[in-house]
């Protein structure tokens, strides 16, 4: 193997791949998304697609591409070339780890700005703004934070800086001292805010809102929702995965490694719903209120409660640490590939890719405001950002990704990593990959576009 794809380190253990791929995993698509979007598809039957959309896409598609990422073991871009030099695939398919990276990248100058509102609300908390807040007092607060490109551009840059200065450490060092220590407490934290949440809050509309469910509320919709929250919260279709697997340990069994991945994240998101919807439905909001459920919501609540300044402050300062630990795994393919192939240090190449990312963020900062008009198809630049990617670039990346490892990596290839003691298991999950994610992913996005 040529030096320049050596690969600069291996997980230390077999936990830290764990904790760094669930660190990519959970992010604002769990606690800050899927509350939304849950109250947005009705509840309880969204719950019940999306476990199973977890189970049967997710789960074979996030096993596929830390397979693809321990074969070489190099970032996915010379992954690919690798396996063409050798003739294992034909060269056009370097092509898909490309629009992986550059998905993972648009998707991260949004992400940014989001979770710099993150740290714009952590700020409030802990300057105790939200305390007595009225409802009309939350919206004005965050059409405030909207309105005003210089504080969002702050939050964004600083959020920014934040991931650069940590992609740019090795991954298995810098990555691994965060998520180590981050994650647990993550867990525990939210764990215990739900606690609180349930104790205050109205835990039985809780209950029966998230888990029960009726035949007809399983809409098309809810499956198209369901199926695109999966891939987003797993951090697939998108390199992130692919390129964590090449740091993988030889000896590891990737299936159980996934599987407390998809575990972790769903518990998080779980988690997410119990600390939201509780006190949501205490103070009789709508439920459906979308993107703002967090950002508004949430002041106003934790702002009449007792200890809420000091509640509403971990809950964001989580909000912020979840977002860090999933943008990090974004900017890793391209910044693996600047350093392998071209010898740049990381740090380098991490501030280079993060410039052009903060450009991008920029332009969606100010789709909130002075930018507010429509660039195509009536779509601002962060709708139409936001459309592009989830819509199309991200479906499109996760199927070519995963067509590429069930039907041209050979077969024997593929077992060798899977490390699986038990054919049969294999054969399962590759059946399932074959069978049914792809097909059933082909045929979401297709009706979706289609407008089924
Ligand atoms: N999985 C992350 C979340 O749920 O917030 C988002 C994400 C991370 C998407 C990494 C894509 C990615 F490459």
Known sequence: MPESRCLQGIWSSP????????????????????????????????????????LL????????????????????????NDLSERRIVHPAW????WLAGVTGFLILAFYSVIAGWSLAYLQRAISGDFMGIS????????????????????????FMLLVVITVGQSVTRGLSAVVRFLLPVL??????????????????ATLQFMF??????????????????????????????????????????????????????????????????????????DVQAGPSLTFVSLPLIFGNLFGGQFFASVFFLLLVVAALTSAISMLELFVAWLHERFYIARLKAAFLMGIVVWFIGIAVL???????????????????????TSLILLPVGAILLSIL???????SMLQNEMITKNVNHFQWWYKVLKYISIPAMVVITLAGWIGV
């Open 366 to 388: 100010l789709s909130f405001n002075q930018w507010d008009i429509s660039i195509a198809f009536g779509l601002n630049f962060f709708e139409l950002l936001d459309k592009v």
């Open 187 to 204: 867990v525990v934290s939210l764990g215990l805010l739900a606690i609180y949440s349930v104790s205050v809050g109205d835990m039985p």
């Open 212 to 285: 029960q469910w009726a035949w007809k509320d399983i809409t098309f919709d809810v499956v198209l929702a369901a199926v695109g929250m999966a891939l987003f919260s797993l951090s697939v279709g998108m390199g992130a995965m692919f390129a964590y697997g090449a740091y993988i340990n030889k000896r590891m069994s990737i299936a159980r490694a996934c599987s407390i991945v998809v575990g972790v994240d769903l518990l998080v998101a779980l988690l997410a719903g119990l600390v939201i919807f509780p006190l949501v439905f205490a103070s009789q909001i």
């Open 405 to 411: 490892v069930a039907w041209f990596i050979p077969h």
């Open 57 to 80: 896409v997710g789960l074979p598609v996030l096993m596929a591409e830390v397979a693809l990422g321990r074969t070489v073991r190099s970032n996915p871009i010379d992954t690919v």
């Open 94 to 97: 370097v092509f898909v780890p």
């Open 135 to 158: 409802q009309s007092g939350a919206s004005d607060m965050f059409n405030a934070l909207l309105a005003t490109p210089s504080e969002m551009l702050l939050w964004h840059s600083m």
């Open 15 to 54: 936990w830290i791949f764990i904790f760094a791929a669930s660190g990519s995993a959970v992010g604002l698509g769990n606690i800050w998304r899927f509350p939304y979007v849950l109250g947005q598809n009705g509840g309880g039957a969204f719950l019940l697609v999306y476990c199973l959309c977890l």
